[in-house]
């Protein structure tokens, strides 16, 4: 089979753009990276093929300007483009627009993204496909009063959630009738600013929940699995920490889940990788699904640690017309990874931002121990995007032995000019009930309450002297 195209615009910055290029690179493929202003001296500039400048430094007039991705995309002689994740990855009149432009969109089609894009929509296909869902209404909720209506029967508390949403933003949680009432009109005006739809809908509020995610690959007509991931670790409902497998489930528990994940990626056809996240009740041990993320995810090296496969590459293979090569009795977990997110924010002063020049860089090295970056020494991080550095990984036999060799990899981490969530890792390392694993999404910042971080106020040192207190 003739290959769809032979080059790749990246329609992305930072780590992801890097990941990519790197990935596409490895199958031949000619590069294209694309930037604003702000990132003219970007590693994956320095790493595409070519480079094609889109804008100023503000995302609204570059990353997210359909117009300039496809007038880049023009220029440079792309046959398709990689959206990465963030930005407009989940954005369907963006994939519609590269499929109208005659240009290949690596991920699903419009409709699926349009689809499970939408969480009172992916809700409704998935109580059609049997997939458990939390108790919530059935639909998007108009009115305060019917929203406390339909709360007496879901149970409180409850979460009000944009329907638009992602990225834990849109949420609210009422304990009560007053509280519905007093939230319903701040969420929905909330939604309408951050995602241009105020439409909400309600979800009963589970006090004690992990979040346990499934990735998934398809090709529009065969769908494999790749096991789970547990992001439990959050920080105003951010991923700060990633596992795989989760620690807190059974083998029997794992089938159900990822089966269910299955289920519901076939119902809308699925193409390319994607993500479906639960929630998980330590208590029941029940498992109920709350969204789909149409993209490759932040902490998709985890599961590639644990499995062998390639998902990015993959991803690349199937826009390229390939059926999926993967059959899932082949797709087998082996020992333990995690991931840590490195922020450029002091974690110790309610994680300030901390852009600047970073004016030396040490990685950490040795078996199974991985770090997806764009960083290298003279880069300046800009402060206009999002403040991930990049990602450490580590992959060992067993859950104990990835958190050792985490705990090494962190001190051995330099990064000079900027201050890291350094030490916030190494600290989660030594904590007793991270190494036992026992932690849901309301942990961290408990945790980060009754343990502060110790810092000074002098210039920004190498992360590994930084001061910690567990």
């Not at 070519?50 to 990353?63: D, F, L, N, W």
């Not at 119902?267 to 993320?293: C, H, K, P, W």
Request: proline share 5%; aromatic share 6%; net charge negative.
């Amino acid at each position: 089979m003739e290959a769809k195209f032979k080059t790749l615009l990246v329609a992305n910055r930072g780590e992801i753009a890097v990941r990519i290029i790197r990935a596409a690179k490895e199958l031949g493929l000619r590069t294209v990276a694309v930037y604003s202003d702000a990132d003219a001296d970007s590693l994956a500039v320095r790493m595409a093929d070519t480079a094609v400048r889109i804008g100023p430094a503000h995302a609204s007039k570059s990353y997210l300007s359909i117009p300039a991705l496809l007038d880049a995309a023009r220029e440079s002689g792309a046959g398709a483009v990689h959206p990465g994740y963030g930005f407009l990855s989940e954005n369907a009149a963006f994939a519609e627009a590269v499929e109208q432009a005659g240009l290949v969109f690596v991920g699903p089609t419009p409709l699926a993204i349009r689809t499970m894009g939408d969480k009172a929509a992916a809700r409704s296909a998935a109580t059609r496909a049997g997939v458990p869902t939390v108790p919530g209404s059935a639909d998007v909720v108009l009115t305060a009063d019917d929203a406390v209506a339909q709360a007496k029967d879901i149970g409180f508390p409850i979460m009000i959630k944009a329907s638009a949403g992602g990225g834990g933003r849109g949420i609210r949680v009422a304990q009560n009738a007053d509280e519905l009432r007093q939230q319903f009109g701040l969420a929905t005006a909330e939604a309408a600013a951050a995602f241009g739809n105020g439409a909400v809908y309600l979800e009963r509020f589970i006090r004690r929940a992990r979040h346990i995610e499934v990735q998934i690959l398809g090709d529009g007509e065969r769908v494999v699995h790749c096991f789970e991931r547990e992001c439990s670790l959050q920080r105003r409902r951010q991923k700060v920490w990633e596992e795989a497998p989760s620690a807190a489930i059974n083998e029997v528990t794992r089938a159900a889940l990822c089966e269910s994940a299955l289920r519901l990626a076939r119902a809308v056809s699925y193409r390319g990788a994607g993500t479906l996240e639960y929630l998980y009740d330590d208590d029941s041990q029940e498992f109920f699904f709350i969204e789909m993320n149409t993209r490759i995810q932040v902490e998709h090296p985890i599961t590639e640690m644990v499995t062998g496969v390639d998902l990015v590459q993959e991803m690349i293979r199937i826009a390229l017309g390939e059926p999926l090569r993967l059959q899932q009795q082949d797709i087998r977990l082996n020992g333990s990874a995690i991931e840590v997110r490195i922020n450029a924010e002091d974690a110790a002063k309610n994680f300030m931002p901390s852009p600047g020049k970073v004016t030396q860089l040490l990685v950490p090295g040795g078996p199974g121990v991985r770090f997806d970056s764009m960083l290298y020494p003279g880069y300046t991080v800009p402060a206009y995007y999002d403040s991930l550095l990049g990602k450490l990984i580590v992959h060992a036999p067993d859950r104990s032995s990835a958190l050792r060799r985490m705990q090494r990899a962190l001190g051995e981490l330099v990064v000079e000019g900027v201050r890291t969530t350094v030490p916030l890792h190494q600290a989660l390392c030594a904590a007793p009930d991270v190494a036992a694993a026992q932690f849901h999404t309301g942990f961290l910042e408990v945790w980060l309450a009754e343990n502060p971080l110790a810092t000074d106020q002098s210039e920004p040192v190498s992360a590994s002297k930084q001061g910690v207190t567990a």
